[in-house]
């Protein structure tokens, strides 16, 4: 098959897609497909970014005002390598690349992707309106207060936010990899951490802490993978541990009771359903030393990198990487045809726009 793989683009999660994307293009070729990559924020695929690997910080606010500012996504649709492709693989993190902007735009132009639809990304990537619908399905999601750009804190929000106690996590709504999330135990550090989650989105959640055990389910094609336990070296899974080998150790199939490990998976699977999510995504929770779980976030396009949790639930299951990415592909390619590409007519790529003819390895 024609494959072409979407990479990088404009988020705080950049370095992470340019990994991920990278590893599935070579999985697949390495399965026989012809594979391109495409990163939609500059059209070319950043090898030196390659080299360099995931680093321990995420691009700065800055840095990536600098990509957006370029605006290749716009002509996406006109890439031969994109209208051309079998099935066009997202291999984004975060911002556009995951929040159904772009899934959006691929819809408008009739072209199949892995991965949920526009409305679901976007419901999974506003993490206040997914953790209502998950509470709507019966998953119990920890007490919240959203604060907004405007910075105007009434008496009532103070209320609110004083009965969520300390420690809080304080994160951006609508960022992963624990972008600009801080968990903050003293009275006094909690404007800082605010004004830090505020450099990355318009809103910021403030969530009561669940103390105890980190866990996550993968689902794929609506089925839950085993579950897995993250125990990272530092208090929190951050960006960091995340993505630096021996930063945290990933136990897969977690150390649980039967029982407890079903409940978990069934949990998962409502999640996934509450969102109207499909193909692949991750569902992540605490357990507390009481034994009740609470659900954390639903992650629609999960790293794929070196690192990273699907992988490694789905090689608990018995799956390769190649095989994982080779079922991606199919998933995208059982749902069925929705939009009429032949009522579509992209536009032109800019004089001197990349075509999208490359090659995902040097």
Same mark, same amino acid.
């Given at each position: 098959?024609?494959?072409? *793989?979407? /990479?990088?683009?404009?988020?705080?999660?950049?370095? *992470?897609?340019? @990994?991920?994307?990278?590893? !599935?293009?070579?999985?697949?070729?390495?399965?026989?497909?012809?594979?391109?990559? *495409?990163?939609? @924020?500059?059209?070319? *695929?950043?090898?030196?970014?390659?080299? +360099?690997?995931?680093?321990?910080?995420?691009? &700065?606010?800055?840095?990536?005002?600098?990509?957006?500012?370029?605006?290749?996504?716009?002509?996406?649709?006109?890439?031969?390598?994109?209208?051309?492709?079998?099935?066009?693989?997202?291999?984004?993190?975060?911002?556009?690349?995951?929040?159904?902007?772009?899934?959006?735009?691929?819809?408008?132009?009739?072209?199949?992707?892995?991965?949920?639809?526009?409305?679901?990304?976007?419901?999974?990537?506003?993490?206040?309106?997914?953790?209502?619908?998950?509470?709507?399905?019966?998953?119990?999601?920890?007490?919240?207060?959203?604060?907004?750009?405007?910075?105007?804190?009434?008496?009532?929000?103070?209320?609110?936010?004083?009965?969520?106690?300390?420690?809080?996590?304080?994160?951006?709504?609508?960022?992963?990899?624990?972008?600009?999330?801080?968990?903050?135990?003293?009275?006094?550090?909690?404007?800082?951490?605010?004004?830090?989650?505020?450099?990355?989105?318009?809103?910021?959640?403030?969530?009561?802490?669940?103390?105890?055990?980190?866990? &996550?389910?993968? !689902?794929?094609?609506?089925?839950? /993978?085993?579950?897995?336990?993250?125990?990272? #070296?530092?208090?929190?899974?951050?960006?960091?541990?995340?993505? =630096?080998?021996?930063?945290?150790?990933?136990?897969?199939?977690?150390?649980?009771?039967?029982?407890?490990?079903?409940?978990? #998976?069934?949990?998962?699977?409502?999640?996934?359903?509450?969102?109207?999510?499909?193909?692949?995504?991750?569902?992540?929770?605490?357990? %507390?030393?009481?034994?009740?779980?609470?659900? /954390?976030?639903?992650? =629609?396009?999960?790293?794929?990198?070196? =690192?990273?949790?699907?992988? #490694?639930?789905?090689?608990?299951?018995?799956?390769?990487?190649?095989?994982?990415?080779? +079922?991606?592909?199919?998933?995208? /390619?059982?749902?069925?045809? %929705?939009?009429? =590409?032949?009522?579509?007519?992209?536009?032109?790529?800019? &004089?001197?726009?990349?075509?999208?003819?490359?090659?995902?390895?040097?």
């Amino acid at each position: 098959m024609n494959l072409t *793989v979407l /990479l990088g683009g404009t988020s705080a999660e950049r370095d *992470v897609s340019i @990994a991920s994307g990278l590893r !599935i293009a070579t999985a697949l070729r390495e399965r026989g497909h012809r594979v391109t990559a *495409v990163d939609p @924020a500059s059209g070319e *695929v950043d090898l030196e970014a390659l080299r +360099r690997g995931v680093g321990v910080e995420p691009p &700065t606010p800055e840095e990536l005002e600098r990509l957006r500012a370029g605006g290749f996504a716009a002509t996406l649709l006109a890439l031969h390598a994109v209208r051309a492709a079998d099935v066009v693989v997202l291999g984004l993190h975060g911002g556009s690349g995951e929040d159904g902007t772009i899934q959006a735009m691929l819809d408008l132009g009739g072209v199949r992707y892995t991965g949920s639809g526009h409305l679901a990304s976007a419901l999974a990537m506003d993490k206040d309106l997914s953790k209502h619908l998950f509470r709507a399905a019966g998953v119990r999601t920890a007490d919240w207060v959203m604060l907004t750009g405007s910075g105007r804190r009434t008496p009532d929000v103070e209320r609110e936010i004083a009965a969520l106690g300390l420690p809080v996590v304080v994160k951006p709504s609508k960022q992963g990899s624990t972008v600009g999330l801080s968990v903050v135990k003293r009275a006094e550090d909690l404007d800082a951490a605010v004004a830090e989650a505020f450099r990355y989105d318009d809103e910021v959640m403030l969530e009561r802490f669940v103390p105890g055990r980190e866990l &996550t389910v993968g !689902i794929l094609g609506g089925e839950a /993978l085993p579950v897995g336990e993250i125990i990272p #070296q530092k208090e929190i899974y951050d960006y960091e541990c995340k993505y =630096t080998p021996g930063m945290a150790v990933e136990e897969f199939p977690a150390r649980l009771e039967p029982a407890v490990a079903a409940a978990l #998976q069934e949990q998962a699977r409502r999640a996934f359903r509450a969102l109207k999510l499909r193909g692949c995504a991750r569902i992540d929770f605490r357990l %507390t030393p009481a034994g009740e779980s609470y659900c /954390l976030e639903a992650n =629609t396009l999960p790293g794929m990198t070196e =690192t990273s949790l699907i992988p #490694q639930a789905a090689a608990a299951a018995g799956l390769s990487f190649g095989e994982l990415c080779e +079922r991606l592909v199919q998933l995208a /390619l059982d749902e069925p045809a %929705t939009h009429d =590409t032949a009522t579509v007519a992209p536009a032109a790529a800019p &004089t001197g726009a990349p075509t999208g003819a490359m090659e995902p390895l040097a």
